[in-house]
Nanobody
Framework: QVQVVESGGDLVQAGGSLRLSCTASGLTFAEHPMAWFRRAPGKEREGVAAISANGRVADYADSVKGRFTISRDNAKRALYLQMNSLKEEDTGIYYC???????????????????????WGQGTQVTVSS
């Protein structure tokens, strides 16, 4: 059984930083692209950042480029999202997702999600105050 668990969400002031973490078990972690998504209040879910299985390729939503960094440590079965220069509009529930395939392009994941064969965590709340 695949389990995906996020952590690290918190209340932070605008301009501050936060680091989200995600672990996934029940699958061969190093074989799957992964991503972070978020859902802001009253808005649809959007892709934030995605990373290839080997960590060499990453893509970002335009709204977070230059501020957020996605990374992974396959030895630790961990995915991270370093968020700097946070803005109020970054507020939302952040979800970690594992793509069901092994070679899905990161740009495709950002636009279309991880599909019916993918896995999602329960989400972690990030609140940025002014």
């Amino acid at each position: 059984q695949v389990q995906v668990v996020e952590s690290g969400g918190d209340l932070v002031q605008a301009g501050g930083s936060l680091r989200l973490s995600c672990t996934a078990s029940g699958l061969t972690f190093a074989e799957h692209p992964m991503a972070w998504f978020r859902r802001a209040p009253g808005k649809e879910r959007e892709g934030v950042a995605a990373i290839s299985a080997n960590g060499r390729v990453a893509d970002y939503a335009d709204s977070v480029k230059g501020r957020f960094t996605i990374s992974r440590d396959n030895a630790k079965r961990a995915l991270y999202l370093q968020m700097n220069s946070l803005k109020e509009e970054d507020t939302g529930i952040y979800y970690c997702a594992v793509d069901g395939g092994r070679a899905t392009h990161t740009k495709f994941i950002l636009l279309h999600g991880v599909g019916t064969s993918g896995y999602w965590g329960q989400g972690t709340q990030v609140t940025v105050s002014s």
